[in-house]
């Protein structure tokens, strides 16, 4: 099945700087990507929508100036924890819709821990 | 609206029974539906889709499910419980007439397969 690459698989960093994770679709052109965020034992809840080469789709109550995504290729789309805190501490996770199918493959998850 | 239900936070069952994971949804167009499991920090797995036709879908790792109109569910189960399939699945709809791919996941349910 496709392949969805996620880096870093875990990052830690101080209160407030910022912090780049990166999802990648190996084997497939990804026109759109999702940002999700899961709180423990808790379900994914959808952040934005990243469709390549226009802006991202923030969900209701995300902050766009705060979760900065980039999909600037086919391939990439980048998510920046900008200024973060430790209530920004979280396991994120990406999907990626190929084109021509119908379900949507995630990468393996970032865990960011902020102290 | 849409909306996915997993009614059981926790599931357990005996290694060797059979196993059921309920699911229900709502959608106001045709719903595509899919089950994704996840280990412990990582992503979500694909494990199989309704689009359309036959009822009954197969999936990876023996798991089936069966879509069913009438009661807006789609139930996960397999004939007999491997003690590695203790994880965390997740059923997901995606609204065919909303011209979006956004997924709307359940709460997940924790499956435990006692030896």
């Known amino acids: 099945g496709a392949v969805v690459s996620q880096h870093p698989s875990r990052v830690i960093c101080k209160s407030g700087t910022s912090v780049k994770i990166e999802c990648r679709s190996l084997?497939?052109?990804?026109?759109?990507m999702f940002w999700y965020r899961q709180f423990p034992k808790q379900s994914l809840m959808l952040m934005a929508t990243?469709?390549?080469?226009?802006?991202?789709?923030?969900e209701q109550g995300v902050e766009k100036d705060k979760f900065l995504i980039n999909h600037a290729s086919l391939t990439l789309s980048t998510l920046t924890v900008t200024s973060a805190h430790p209530e920004d501490s979280s396991f994120y996770i990406c999907?990626?819709?190929?084109?021509?199918?119908?379900?949507?493959?995630f990468g393996q998850g970032t865990r960011l821990t902020v102290v | 609206a849409q909306s996915v239900a997993q009614p059981e936070d926790q599931v357990n069952v005996a290694e060797g029974n059979p196993l059921t994971v309920k699911c229900t949804y709502s959608?106001?167009?045709?719903?595509?539906l899919f089950w994704y499991v996840q280990y412990p920090n990582r992503g979500l797995q694909f494990l199989l889709k309704?689009?359309?036709?036959?009822?009954l879908v197969k999936g990876s790792y023996g798991f089936e499910a069966e879509f069913n109109k009438s009661q807006t569910s789609f139930h996960l189960k397999k004939p007999s419980a491997l003690v590695s399939d203790s994880a965390l699945y997740f059923c997901?709809?995606?609204?065919?007439?909303?011209?979006?791919?956004?997924?709307?996941f359940g709460t997940g349910t924790r499956l435990k397969v006692l030896a």
């Open positions: 309704y689009i359309t036709g036959d009822n």
């Open positions: 990243s469709n390549e080469g226009s802006k991202a789709t923030y």
């Open positions: 997901a709809v995606r609204d065919a007439s909303s011209g979006t791919y956004k997924y709307i």
């Open positions: 084997d497939f052109q990804a026109t759109t």
């Open positions: 999907s990626a819709r190929a084109p021509e199918g119908t379900e949507a493959f």
């Open positions: 959608v106001s167009g045709n719903p595509y």
